[in-house]
């Protein structure tokens, strides 16, 4: 089985089932995180890989290798990685990180709230300021809401998604608990979420979405396995032995240093060992230097490439912003020393206003990104209070 050929973002407010959703269409459950499993709630990134298959006799869409109607063998029309997005408003910053690698997104709102919650609003404007167009709406729990409730909720979000970038999403209702209609909600997704055009031809890249240490404690010496990282390769292709450079790279006292490296092995998901990583679904790189590095997500954030390609890692950086329209009512001016959260690629950093020129501002950086150039949309948050909100997004000038 080859690699995953897309990934598709499942977003939503906390608690509208949305990893419950990927479960019953992947079959895995993808809070497997200690506190996630503890709290019942998404914290971290988690992924799923799906084969989307059709009936060649009925046209049933399923996931299943034999038609559940007529029980014929299903055709597969292309594996699909799954990337399940926290719901709740702390972990914002994490839902920007991961619209970077997103083809499209898989919106899930629940019948039984009324449209929209809070970080409905929210997530709304992180596909509208990371350009994310390709979507499906999916009405989950309509199990749980009578007839009339459902169509109530369901003119609620037409009236949430009027005017915006994803106004004319297909909305399907379902019931994950019970796997209600999920053959019709595949179908909505091949159809309104299409494998985007890809370039092998450049130099590769992929952004690091995740990264861990698989060895056990105790484990013979001769045995260990060097540092893995996973995330989606966004141009170019990786292969075996090849020589690769992440930066930023690895914190270090009082600075950060790229990290060289070679490549070990190559996987995704249950497609198992790949010779080659291509753009599209998610991946695995293992390498062959200190898995101590990767343990605990230390790399997320980072770019790979191969080994003196990347461009130079920056503390300091010079954007034009483009807030979102509906919120500046919310935020005063933006002023000096002031602190930002910005998203590029995979990764986080705080920066502090060091000059403005009306909407174009330096920062600098707490930790350093590495930018590849206005290419590599920017995503900002400021604060309001005490919590962070989406205020826009920027490109970078300089």
Same mark, same amino acid.
């Given at each position: 089985m080859s690699q995953a050929e897309i990934n598709i973002g499942v977003v939503g407010?906390? $608690?509208?089932?949305?990893?419950?959703?990927?479960?019953?269409?992947? +079959?895995?459950?993808?809070?497997?995180?200690?506190?996630?499993?503890?709290?019942?709630?998404?914290i971290k990134l988690g992924y799923a890989d799906v084969d989307f298959r059709k009936c060649p006799k009925c046209g049933e869409y399923t996931t299943k290798e034999k038609c559940p109607k007529c029980g014929a063998k299903t055709e597969v029309l292309r594996r699909v990685s799954f990337v399940d997005a926290p719901g709740h408003e702390m972990l914002m910053a994490t839902v920007i990180a991961a619209s970077s690698i997103m083809d499209g997104a898989l919106f899930v709102i629940a019948a039984n709230e009324k449209c929209p919650q809070p970080q409905t609003l929210e997530h709304l404007m992180v596909l509208e300021t990371t350009n994310i167009k390709n979507v499906v709406i999916a009405q989950n729990k309509v199990d749980l809401v009578t007839k009339e409730q459902a169509m109530k909720n369901y003119e609620e979000i037409k009236a949430f998604i009027k005017g915006t970038s994803i106004e004319n999403a297909p909305i399907i209702p379902v019931s994950a608990n019970s796997n209600t209609n999920l053959d019709v909600l595949i179908e909505a997704i091949e159809k309104f979420i299409q494998t985007p055009k890809r370039d092998e031809t450049k130099e590769p890249v992929m952004f690091?979405?995740?990264? &861990?240490?698989?060895?056990?404690? +105790?484990?013979?010496?001769?045995?260990?396995?060097?540092?893995?990282?996973?995330?989606?390769?966004?141009?170019?292709? &990786?292969?075996?032995g090849d020589e690769i450079e992440l930066s930023p790279g690895a914190a270090m006292e009082k600075h950060?240093?790229?990290?060289?490296?070679?490549?070990?092995?190559?996987?995704?998901?249950?497609?198992?060992?790949?010779?080659?990583?291509?753009?599209?679904?998610?991946?695995?790189?293992?390498? $062959?230097?200190? @898995?101590?590095?990767?343990?605990?997500?230390?790399?997320?954030?980072n770019v790979v490439g191969k080994r003196g390609e990347l461009p130079e890692m920056r503390r300091k950086i010079k954007i034009k912003i483009n807030p979102l329209k509906r919120t500046l009512e919310k935020f005063s001016g933006i002023q000096k020393n002031e602190p930002m959260v910005i998203g590029v690629?995979?990764?986080?950093?705080?920066g502090f206003v060091r000059e403005i020129h009306h909407f174009k501002v330096?920062?600098?950086?707490?930790? @350093?990104?590495?930018?590849?150039? @206005?290419?590599?949309?920017?995503a900002l948050l400021r604060k309001v209070g005490n919590r962070w909100r989406l205020y826009g997004s920027a490109v970078l000038i300089e």
């Open positions: 407010h906390v $608690d509208h089932g949305k990893t419950s959703l990927v479960k019953a269409l992947s +079959g895995k459950w993808t809070d497997t995180h200690s506190e996630e499993l503890k709290r019942g709630i998404t690091v979405a995740r990264s &861990f240490d698989v060895n056990r404690p +105790g484990a013979d010496i001769n045995n260990l396995v060097g540092a893995i990282v996973g995330g989606s390769v966004v141009c170019g292709k &990786f292969k075996v950060y240093a790229p990290i060289y490296t070679r490549i070990t092995n190559i996987s995704a998901g249950s497609s198992g060992r790949l010779k080659e990583a291509k753009p599209g679904g998610l991946i695995a790189i293992a390498t $062959d230097c200190d @898995p101590a590095l990767s343990s605990g997500d230390k790399l997320v954030g690629g995979t990764a986080i950093s705080v330096e920062l600098e950086l707490k930790r @350093p990104v590495c930018i590849r150039g @206005p290419e590599d949309r920017i």
